[in-house]
Nanobody, 124 residues
Framework: QIQLVESGGGLVQAGGSLRLSCAASGRSFRSYTIAWFRQAPGKERELVAAISWSGSSTYYADSVKGRFTISRDNAKNTTYLQMNSLKPEDTAAYYC?????????????????WGQGTQVTVSS
């Protein structure tokens, strides 16, 4: 079983940047697709970005394309989400999640493990 811990959230002004980290423990990190979801109050959890086990495939939601970059370092069992040009609408709790395979990325129920979340607040 894989365990995930997020870090790097905080308060930032619009136009600023943050880098979130998702550290994994347990076995077989390299076999998992890792995704970042976010959830704002009163809204459903939405997929932000995902990266395949090898890093060769990535996915981004339209709302973050060109601003966010997902990457992973399998030697460090860590996945990153670099967030640039942040907007107030990016304010949410951000969660990383792990699943096997690449399909059904946007379905939270398909993920095997979740972190506890880290809050990102973007002020205008």
């Amino acid at each position: 079983q894989i365990q995930l811990v997020e870090s790097g959230g905080g308060l930032v002004q619009a136009g600023g940047s943050l880098r979130l980290s998702c550290a994994a423990s347990g076995r077989s990190f390299r076999s998992y697709t890792i995704a970042w979801f976010r959830q704002a109050p009163g809204k459903e959890r939405e997929l932000v970005a995902a990266i395949s086990w090898s890093g060769s495939s990535t996915y981004y939601a339209d709302s973050v394309k060109g601003r966010f970059t997902i990457s992973r370092d399998n030697a460090k069992n860590t996945t990153y989400l670099q967030m640039n040009s942040l907007k107030p609408e990016d304010t949410a709790a951000y969660y990383c999640a792990a699943k096997t395979g690449w399909g059904m990325l946007s379905a939270p129920g398909r993920y095997d493990a979740w972190g506890q979340g880290t809050q990102v607040t973007v002020s205008s």
